[in-house]
């Protein structure tokens, strides 16, 4: 069974400052790994993907993230951020079980303060 | 105009009164899916639908049906609303078949049962 756990519910920080989000899995199969942003009174948009190739994965609005298999993460960074960037962070996962099944983190809270 | 679009945007019912969430779709996408959110708990799949005549439970169908009546739309009914599915609903889509997809959101819909 796959599972995903984001280690902060919510992460304050000021603007300018480098963040980073946090983001663990479990799986049993080859993974891909997702992260999505929620800004307020929207749906979810695809931040970032990881299918295979290298680790380190650029996304949009200058985030990335680095897939590190000996630690199963797939953690967000962004070196400076912006007010804008407030939002909600989820993490997903999805492998080949067969079926589709794509696993959403609880999210992670983003508040970036002036 | 936005690709993926939900009817209603918010909604208040009553226990045991019938319901129903819309949602249509511009993007030509066969994939679409209902989950639910909730604080602190992520997105949780209710059902899944790879074309109009193929449609799959979630982990979380128990009081839920739904509805493709074309490849534009998608519909998810609550047949007696109970307080427990308060939530915010999102209807999403992607493009292919595989679990490597990314997936288009709704802006959601808020359903408050009281």
């Known amino acids: 069974a796959q599972s995903v756990t984001q280690l902060d519910s919510q992460v304050p920080v000021f603007e300018e400052a480098p963040v980073e989000l946090r983001c663990n899995y479990s799986s049993s199969v080859s993974v891909y790994l997702f992260w999505y942003v929620q800004y307020p009174n929207q749906g979810l948009q695809l931040l970032l993907k990881y299918l295979s190739g290298s680790t380190l994965v650029k996304g949009i609005n200058g985030f990335e993230a680095e897939f590190n298999k000996s630690q199963t993460s797939f953690h967000l960074r962004k070196p400076s951020v912006h007010i804008s960037d407030t939002a909600e962070y989820f993490c997903?996962?999805?492998?080949?079980?067969?079926?589709?099944?794509?696993?959403f983190g609880a999210g992670t809270r983003l508040f970036v303060k002036a | 105009d936005a690709d993926v679009t939900q009817t209603p945007r918010n909604r208040i019912t009553k226990t045991g009164k019938r319901i129903m969430l819309e949602c249509s779709q511009t993007k030509g996408h066969d994939r679409m899916y209902w989950y639910r959110q909730d604080p602190g708990l992520g997105l949780r799949l209710i059902y899944y639908?790879?074309?109009?005549?193929?449609?799959n439970k979630g982990e979380i169908s128990d009081g839920y049906s739904v509805s493709r009546q074309a490849q534009a739309k998608f519909s998810l009914s609550l047949e007696s609303a109970i307080p427990n599915q308060t939530a915010l609903y999102f209807c999403?889509?992607?493009?292919?078949?595989?679990?490597?997809?990314?997936?288009?959101f709704g802006p959601g819909t808020r359903l408050t049962v009281l």
């Open positions: 997903a996962v999805s492998g080949d079980t067969g079926g589709f099944k794509t696993i």
């Open positions: 999403a889509t992607s493009e292919g078949r595989t679990v490597t997809d990314t997936q288009y």
């Open positions: 639908s790879f074309d109009v005549k193929d449609i």
